[in-house]
């Protein structure tokens, strides 16, 4: 199982940390990722965290300004978010995979969702 948390409204320029907490399962050895969806639009790769910490991945959209990070004591993946812009507002999602991969379809559980809402 995996629970999102963290997320809510802000302003353009404001930062957020998500939070993923896994749990029922050995979620340390899977890599970790965080999609998002805006309304409307396909669900996007977002991040991904192999299951040692490295190598990460960014969409392009995020590069620079969103930093993936797991502690894998805690069973937990975070999604640091700074200078948040209009763009990013979307559900984000956590997910787990067993291989390396940036596809939805690729991912094997995914958590509900949290919403980030960021206001110009």
């Known amino acids: 199982q995996l629970v999102e948390s963290g997320g809510g409204l802000v302003q353009a320029g404001d930062s957020l940390r998500l939070s993923c907490a896994a749990s029922?399962?050995?979620?340390?050895?899977?890599?970790m990722g965080w999609f998002r969806q805006a309304p409307g639009k396909e669900r996007e790769f977002v991040a991904s965290?192999?299951?040692?910490?490295?190598?990460?991945y960014y969409a392009d959209s995020v590069k620079g300004r969103f930093t993936i990070s797991r502690d894998n004591a805690k069973n937990t993946v975070y999604l640091q978010m700074n200078s948040l812009k209009p763009e990013d507002t979307a559900v984000y999602y956590c997910?787990?995979?067993?291989?390396?991969?940036?596809?939805?379809?690729?991912?094997?559980?995914w958590g509900q969702g949290t919403q980030v809402t960021v206001s110009s």
């Open positions: 997910a787990a995979a067993q291989r390396w991969a940036t596809s939805v379809g690729l991912y094997d559980y």
């Open positions: 965290i192999y299951w040692s910490g490295s190598p990460v």
């Open positions: 029922g399962r050995a979620f340390s050895s899977y890599v």
